[in-house]
Nanobody, 122 residues
């Protein structure tokens, strides 16, 4: 059974950086597209970025130029490097996996992690 575990969240000042990790177990990362999503209090969950099996990447406009998604196949882990963080980036961040498609449409993803909280505040 595929399992995803996020880590790396925390409290950071505006302008700071964090690197989130999404560790897969139960299967090889090679076979999955991975998406990152976030949900702020009182708001709907939104897509942040994805990386496909072909390493194609995509970013939401709100994070383009500040966030970078990458993967380490031997470690079965996907990373989301977040730079120049803003208070509006505060949210619970989730990763999700799909064996067929890479997208910011959350409904296509079959497996989800439990999330890691990111708080950007001075």
């Amino acid at each position: 059974q595929l399992r995803l575990v996020e880590s790396g969240g925390g409290l950071v000042q505006p302008g700071g950086s964090l690197r989130l990790s999404c560790a897969l177990s139960g299967d090889d990362l090679d076979y999955y597209a991975i998406g990152w999503f976030r949900q702020a209090p009182g708001k709907e969950r939104e897509g942040v970025s994805f990386i496909g099996t072909d390493e194609l990447t995509h970013y939401a406009d709100s994070v383009k130029g500040r966030f970078n998604i990458s993967k380490d196949i031997p470690k079965n882990t996907v990373y989301l490097q977040m730079n120049s963080l803003k208070p509006e980036d505060t949210a619970n961040y989730f990763c999700a996996a799909d064996a067929l498609f890479a997208s910011l449409v959350q409904g296509i993803y079959d497996a989800w992690g439990q999330g890691t909280q990111v708080t950007v505040s001075s």
